[in-house]
């Protein structure tokens, strides 16, 4: 772990960074009393800080948490600002997220772009999560839950000015999901005959294009963060796109997401019945069983492209990396290996 | 032939070394990491073990897929390596299956599932229901 902060820079910006806290928390005076690195992400840095305020609306002594972009980003992940944006409009239609305070776009003041939200505590890895059911209360509960969660999110429809960074939408969000995959395979370079057999079934095989939401993206165990109660909040804002509603539950659902217990269809967490009534109900929309199906083989096949896009990142003169190294070695095939499970001859239609 | 003990066996005792003497005597926020430098480990090992037969075996899927002559003997040139030959079969049968000139093909699909499995094989080999004695 090399954290970016060079400990020797840190004396250096505080007092730039405690100047920022200040103004924007409408405070006399802020000092910064401890940063520390809490996790190195593949796509982000979060820092944990304690920080006195004086005066204003967060006067005393505040926990708060510093997120800005790690070296090097992988393709479709959002900058800071973008990120900042969606967290607020989350927060603003009543999904369980950090509440977001602050954006930072000055690189005077730490060197790079960033945003400052509340701390939440809990677990968010995701074998614990599904393994440890001391965690996040009762399951069938905790999955209906994150159901309703997830309704809130495709509440949220375009056109928003404030979100104006994401791509227009694209009217049949699955076949622009096969172009756009293909896209990053040629752009690695190698050849990937068994994604492709995945993706000409997908594109084959699409659900008709529907209603347009919000979409996160990146809906399940392992990015939601609960405590012994229940769940605390809704994580990893960064790969939000306009889409179809059905590729979040796919995403949610597909096998890759349930750690240890394969066998409950619901994230590892539960069967899927509670979270489709509870999202059912909340969004007043049908789960439509075989577009999720769909989204599901598109989950490994997308979840496989990008393993191989983190994979190359430590070859291509990027960040010496064995947890990426690893990830682009051993997660292709074994998605590869669900997703042509899930797509035999028998699965295509006569074309 | 190089010397004994070769690299697969001290890859194999390094990994021992690593996972039953020192792992425990690191701090839990380290632990991760050195599980991750044994599972690199395990895979190099397969890998050497394995040497050139898993790209032997794909590379003869490939050519008794579309009729070349190479198939178990090696490469159809001579100066044409074994990674070379998989790498120009497969981006041929790549660009065949996204234009749509191999859907639904049964032999073209026990072909991906061959190769993903003899990848599986290296890399986690539970995953296609072996025993694997680098976890042991």
Known sequence: ?351 | MPDRPDGVALLELARGQLLEELLPELPEGKRLGARLVANAMAIAARELKAGDRPGRAELAALATLYGEAAGKDGPRDPVERVSEAIQRLSWRLASEIRGGKLDGNPEVYDLLRFGTESRLRLTNPKAVGEDDPEQG
């Open chain 1, 1 to 351: 772990m090399s954290p970016t902060f060079a400990a020797e820079r840190l004396a250096e910006l505080r007092p730039r960074l405690a100047a920022f806290l200040a103004e924007s928390a409408g405070a006399k005076h802020a000092r910064l009393d401890a940063i520390t690195p809490i996790t190195e992400g593949a796509i982000q840095e979060n820092w944990l800080t304690e920080i006195t305020f004086d005066g204003g609306a967060f006067d005393g002594l505040q926990v708060l948490v510093l997120r800005s972009d790690a070296p090097t980003g992988v393709a479709a992940s959002h900058s800071r600002a973008r990120e900042f944006a969606l967290l607020r409009a989350a927060w603003d239609a009543d999904v369980t997220v950090p509440e977001p305070l602050w954006l930072c776009e000055d690189e005077a003041v730490i060197g790079k772009p960033f945003f400052v939200m509340r701390r939440v505590e809990g677990v968010a890895r995701g074998y614990e999560v599904v393994k440890d059911t001391g965690l996040g209360g009762d399951r069938a509960a905790l999955a209906g839950r994150l159901g309703e969660e997830l309704a809130k999110i495709h509440r949220i429809m375009p056109p928003r000015a404030e979100l104006d960074f994401l791509e227009l939408p694209e009217p049949d969000p699955a076949r622009h999901a096969v172009t756009l995959y293909r896209k990053y395979l040629d752009a690695m370079g190698e050849p990937c005959p068994g994604l492709e057999w995945g993706l000409r079934w997908c594109e084959l095989h699409a659900p008709p294009p529907g209603e347009i939401t919000l979409v996160h993206q990146d809906f399940r165990s392992g990015n939601y963060m609960v405590d012994a109660r229940g769940l605390v909040a809704v994580l990893d804002w960064e790969f939000c796109a306009w889409g179809d509603p059905m590729s979040d539950l796919g995403w949610f659902c597909a096998k890759c997401w349930r750690y240890s217990r394969p066998d409950l269809e619901a994230g590892g967490i539960a069967p899927r019945e509670p979270f489709y009534r509870a999202y059912e109900q909340a969004s007043g929309r049908k789960v439509d069983p075989d577009a999720v199906a769909f989204w599901e083989v598109m989950a490994h096949l997308r979840w496989a492209v990008v393993a191989r896009q983190q994979g190359a990142r430590t070859l291509a003169g990027g960040q010496p990396s064995l947890d990426l190294a690893l990830t682009g070695r051993i997660y292709p095939p074994e998605l590869e290996y669900e997703a042509l499970k899930m797509t035999p001859p028998a699965r295509w239609r006569a074309a």
